[in-house]
T-cell receptor, first 112, second 112 residues
Framework: GAGVSQSPRYKVAKRGQDVALRCDPI?????LFWYQQALGQGPEFLTY????????KSGLPSDRFFAERPEGSVSTLKIQRTQQEDSAVYLC??????????FGPGTRLTVL | GQQVMQIPQYQHVQEGEDFTTYCNSS?????IQWYKQRPGGHPVFLIQ?????EVKKQKRLTFQFGEAKKNSSLHITATQTTDVGTYFC????????????FGTGTRLTIIP
């Protein structure tokens, strides 16, 4: 079946611009995760959802970062007033409850 | 907060040689997972270890979980060019929270 998809795959933003990154999880997966991966580093946890409930947002770096999953399926990660340090690959993963996490291809965000 | 370190950061081996990466957590883990990320790709799940002292094998790959559930290792026997990539361990600290804390990764390159 189809895997996790993310869009856009690449995004270039000017500093101060708002961006929205989309994640389409594997159908039926209860849990959805967002990670940030800087160049040469491991993925760092941002936030996760079980269905539409955001259970942990402890990894969001600042209040400029906001994530939602209103119907328990598609999720959007929004970054307001982007800054250069936000440049990274944003990875989305989904899983059955407490199951294996399957990652999407990521969105590479470059802030100029 | 929880930290997961891996050593070495880089490993260059001749094709056919063995390779080992070690993972250490600052806190006791409920389980540990291993992922492989090819250059330009996304993390792909390899295996999950749950029990203290557990050892699992996948063909040429051997995974171990320490007795104290704070460390783990991945050993590849007789490396092949297809093994190239970065290997990450990722720990889950308790059963109630699904988030993963990724290690710093070990990047493996193979000299043909």
């Amino acid at each position: 079946g189809a895997g996790v998809s993310q869009s856009p795959r690449y995004k270039v933003a000017k500093r101060g611009q708002d961006v929205a990154l989309r994640c389409d999880p594997i159908s039926g997966h209860v849990s959805l995760f967002w990670y940030q991966q800087a160049l040469g580093q491991g993925p760092e946890f941002l936030t996760y959802f079980q269905n539409e409930a955001q259970l942990d947002k402890s990894g969001l770096p600042s209040d400029r970062f906001f994530a939602e999953r209103p119907e328990g399926s598609v999720s959007t990660l929004k970054i307001q007033r982007t800054q250069q340090e936000d440049s990274a690959v944003y990875l989305c993963a989904s899983s059955p409850l407490r199951g294996t996490q399957y990652f999407g291809p990521g969105t590479r965000l470059t802030v100029l | 907060g929880q930290q997961v370190m891996q050593i070495p950061q880089y490993q260059h081996v001749q094709e056919g040689e063995d390779f080992t990466t070690y993972c250490n957590s600052s806190t006791t883990l409920s389980n540990i997972q291993w992922y492989k990320q090819r250059p330009g790709g996304h993390p792909v799940f390899l295996i999950q270890l749950v029990k203290s002292g557990e050892v699992k094998k996948q063909k040429r790959l051997t995974f171990q979980f320490g007795e104290a559930k704070k460390n783990s290792s991945l050993h590849i026997t007789a490396t092949q060019t297809t093994d190239v990539g970065t290997y990450f361990c990722a720990g889950r600290s308790n059963f109630g929270n699904e988030k993963l804390t990724f290690g710093t990764g070990t990047r493996l390159t193979i000299i043909p």
